[in-house]
């Protein structure tokens, strides 16, 4: 089914600005047991609203069968970048916000609860909610307690009931742009959030995202596509108030956003750009004209048949080519250049979720990292691109003569 009008403001004046085909769930990897059964596959396109300048998907997906007929593979502790960052991301939003010890904290896909294990230290009281049930798993092994499930209006008189009272901080990453309806998941955070409490989310950053050429963000849990001012539009029209916007560089580029009931009490970096700096940046960029997206696509579309070329070449001289890291936007990255496992031999990856496991529509089979020392040569394409540094420092000490390839090379 397509969307009519916009998830937000339910203007029908969408248009469309990126279209790159036909894709499965990227986020799913699929078991041995179930190779037999066929990948459900969706157009993965685009929207423009012209009224809101949010960026959304057109195709309308099922949560459940992105979070649930599958285990979620995704997990916030499956690095020690990623452990780093939520640590840091404690410790700052806590300085910054004035967070106490007996302060209640919501985590809103809370995924194995490692960022909620980090505000239990600093004393808070917290609760998460996820809606994928193998992660509820994880997160109670960490002493975090989770309710599965999709937040919005309808879950927060549960949160309140559970947590005791307000919470004084709720945080949301990586996730709000996953909502089939960012309305109600924004009405839902104003309703549980207390009087001086602040909402935090932080997911990744549509600029740089167009300014990199990074189309492989795209893909369908990944329902919204967020810039400064769809923020601010969009908190605008429920009466709360996008304060401040740090910009971290965790998944290549994110916007970490504070907003409250009324402008910020708190502390902010004097230094950080303002929120009207930001937008202004968006809209020299051109994010919200539909010329900067027909160029986009021109550019991702060359950079896709050069590097095709590219690969072909390597494979006509009988050399392996493999990929590393089992990232959800490495599946978009695969399906949409139709590299399979007749041409990819294998992706390799140190998180014991998906090793064992295949790649949606690709099928191709995911293997430990240690898979590597048994090429004599080989060519390797870093999909968690993000990581790109820390992971070839890793990868040159299983196997020194690996070649890496790179497709985002202009």
Known sequence: ????????CESPDLREIVNLGMHPMADTFIPADRLDEGDRVYPLICDLCEKCSQVQLRTVTDPAERYSDYDYSYTSSNSKTSQNHWIEYAGT???MIGLKRDD???EIGSNDGFLSEQFQKLGCHCLGVDPSPAMARFAAERGVKTITGLFGKDCAGQVETSLGKKPALIAANNVFNHANEPLDFAQG?????????????????????????????????????FTVKYAVNLFQSIGMSVNHVDEVDYHGGSIRVFVGHKPATYAVKTASPTVAQFIAKET???????????????????ARNRFLQEIYRIKLDGKPVVCVGAAAKGNTFLNYYNLDASVIDC???SSPSKIGKYTPRTRIPICPDQKLAEYESVHAIILSWNLSAALQNILK????????LNPYEP
């Open 104 to 106: 209640a904290v919501l």
């Open 347 to 349: 992706v390799t990856e």
């Open 189 to 225: 955070v104003k309703a549980l959030l207390a009087p001086n409490g602040v909402f935090v989310f932080e997911l990744p950053y549509w600029m740089q995202s167009v300014v990199q050429r990074k189309f492989d963000q795209i893909y369908h849990e990944h329902v919204s596509y």
């Open 397 to 404: 000490k299983i196997n020194p003569r690996i070649v890496f």
């Open 93 to 95: 939003v806590a300085g």
């Open 1 to 8: 089914m397509f969307r009519k009008q916009c998830l937000s």
């Open 284 to 302: 020299r960029a051109g994010l919200f004209d539909e010329s900067t997206y027909q160029l986009f696509m021109k550019q991702v579309q060359t």
